[in-house]
């Protein structure tokens, strides 16, 4: 009996031509060492106490009387979305929609994924700030997109942006330009003058704008957050971003919100659907009442941070790093050159080991690594204690060098 005999098939890897570039995360790498070497963790950006009791017991309370343990509406509950358009008003004067203008997410993550997914169109271009946060590459690649870098540079003790190579890199193809302040991890708030700037391109060249504001309570010194929203012709193109992970210390709940133009909403809600459709049920209510919290909470958060990012700047100063301070955010990012280094990933590797604490290498947050060859990030979100034991630690690296 003659037996049929197909071509063997070429064989072809597992993962997908868009998300070969993207292994596993410098997170992953760096939390993993942490663990084997019993380092302290400031590679990682998360807080090590949790975030307010009464936000926790709202949470509580909603699981406890049936509130969102099953599917909450698509768009979010109208108690969180209308706490979200009461606080883009109050704070910025920015009035949306609750119904048709806000749109809760899985996280301000779940955001950028479906934002991009649903605006950008095979081919297109999308500009972002490097180093960008890890994720804005991959969803620009899984929305088929072309990355174009626009590099934050060194200027002083903060990171810049050229806004001459931002004007230079739009072209015909540009569809979006995806901000990020203020910014992770250079620290970097945008000012008033910059964003004017950038909206005024944005405008004159037609582009949208999906500008991830998840520090946007995360502000020191003289520093002022402005939504890009706030500036003319831009609310009915910018797609804003946010989230409670940062605002709120609760990380794991992974709720974020989308504000936007209501046909912004639209195209961005039907990426989402498809994503998680909904999530955090029950933390969404306690997220609406989050965000209602007195100023003191914000302002006593932003104090809190702040002692402790001059706390850490000092420590980091003092064994010789370059220091940029940041602005914004909860994160340094340092420069190793001083110290008689090259490499941040292969310092970043050798830290645990040379005095006890994880920072990660920002090169792996730039197209072209070698902006941020000598560059590491660390994280100043932990109980004060365990930034003075760092600081500790890190003061001993300089005996290591020594120096
Ligand atoms: C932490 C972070 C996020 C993720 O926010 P989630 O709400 O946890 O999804 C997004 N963007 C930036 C810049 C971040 O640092």
């Known amino acids: 009996m003659a037996v049929m005999t197909l071509p063997p ?145 060194p200027s002083g003790d903060r990171f810049t942006l050229d806004l001459d190579e931002l004007r230079r890199a739009v072209t015909d193809r540009t569809r979006l330009i995806l901000l990020n302040t203020p910014h992770n991890p250079t620290g970097t708030v945008l000012t008033r003058d910059e964003l004017a700037a ?57 709720v974020g919100w ?3 133009a209501a046909p912004l909403v639209t195209a961005v809600r039907t990426a989402k659907q498809y994503l998680t459709y909904v999530s955090s049920g029950p933390f969404q209510y306690a997220v609406a009442e989050a965000l209602r919290l007195p100023d003191d909470y914000f302002t006593g958060l932003r104090e809190d941070l702040r002692a402790k990012r001059d706390l850490l700047a000092g420590a980091l100063a003092e064994v010789g790093f370059g220091v940029f301070r940041p602005q914004g955010t909860y994160f340094i990012t340092a420069d190793i050159t001083p110290l008689g280094e090259k490499d941040g990933l292969a310092f970043c590797r050798s830290l645990p080991e040379r005095c006890g604490v994880v920072a990660v290498p920002t090169l792996v947050f730039y197209d072209d690594p070698e902006a941020g060859r000598a560059h590491v990030r660390f994280a100043f979100c932990k109980t004060e204690g365990l930034l003075r034991e760092a600081a ?12």
Not at 60 to 68: F, I, P, Q, T, W
Not at 392 to 403: A, V, W
């Open 198 to 254: 950038i909206a005024a391109l944005a405008v004159e060249r037609d582009l949208l704008v999906v500008t991830d504001e998840v520090y946007e309570h995360l502000v020191y010194d003289t520093a002022e957050h402005v939504p890009i929203a706030t500036f003319p012709g831009m609310r009915e193109r910018t797609v804003t971003l946010s989230s409670a992970g940062k605002t709120f210390s609760y990380t794991g709940w992974k």
């Open 9 to 153: 098939r070429s064989p072809r890897p597992l993962l997908n031509r868009r998300l070969a570039p993207f292994g596993t995360t410098i997170f992953a790498e760096m939390s993993a060492l942490a663990t084997r070497t019993g380092s302290i963790n400031l590679g990682q950006g998360f807080p090590d106490t949790d975030g307010p009791e009464e936000v926790r017991e709202a949470a509580v309370r909603a699981l406890r009387d049936g509130r969102g343990n099953q599917y909450p509406p698509g768009p979010g509950v109208p108690e969180l979305r209308t706490a979200v358009a009461e606080h883009q008003l109050r704070r910025y004067g920015l009035a949306y929609d609750p119904d048709t203008e806000v749109l809760v997410t899985a996280g301000a993550t779940e955001g950028i994924a479906a934002a991009l997914l649903a605006l950008v169109e095979p081919g297109d271009e999308v500009i972002a700030l490097e180093p960008y946060y890890d994720s804005y590459a991959a969803c620009i690649a899984m929305a088929g997109g072309t990355r174009v870098p626009v590099t934050l540079r």
């Open 392 to 403: 500790d630690r890190l003061r001993g690296l300089k005996g290591l060098q020594g120096s």
């Open 258 to 260: 989308v504000t936007a």
